[in-house]
């Protein structure tokens, strides 16, 4: 079975950036779609970013500018770069593998991103 684990959450200014890291203990190259979700207290979780094995990207029109997803499958890693961070991005980030044909479906532990005002 896979494992997906986040890093890189941590307490920032309004305006500052951080790098969120997936580690996946599996191979990534096949997976349909890598991505990114977020969860905010009293909020459902919502998806922040994805990109396929193709290295298409979608963003949430609430990110779109500010953040940018890619991954590096050689090392199995998804990376999450978040700019102009705003308070409204506080919550826990979620990475997910999802890959239909392989009954994939993997989250990870999460990480949690506080922006200060």
Request: glycine fraction near 12%; proline fraction near 3%.
């Amino acid at each position: 079975q896979g494992q997906l684990v986040e890093s890189g959450g941590g307490l920032v200014q309004a305006g500052g950036s951080l790098r969120l890291s997936c580690a996946a203990s599996l191979s990534i190259f096949s997976i349909d779609t890598m991505g990114w979700y977020r969860q905010a207290p009293g909020k459902q979780r919502e998806l922040v970013a994805t990109i396929t094995s193709g290295y298409i990207t979608k963003y949430s029109d609430s990110v779109k500018g500010r953040f940018t997803i890619s991954k590096d499958n050689a090392k199995n890693m998804v990376y999450l770069q978040m700019n102009n961070l705003k308070p409204e991005d506080t919550g826990v980030y979620y990475c997910n593998a999802n890959s239909p044909y392989y009954v994939i479906d993997y989250w990870g532990k999460g990480t949690l991103v506080t922006v200060s005002s």
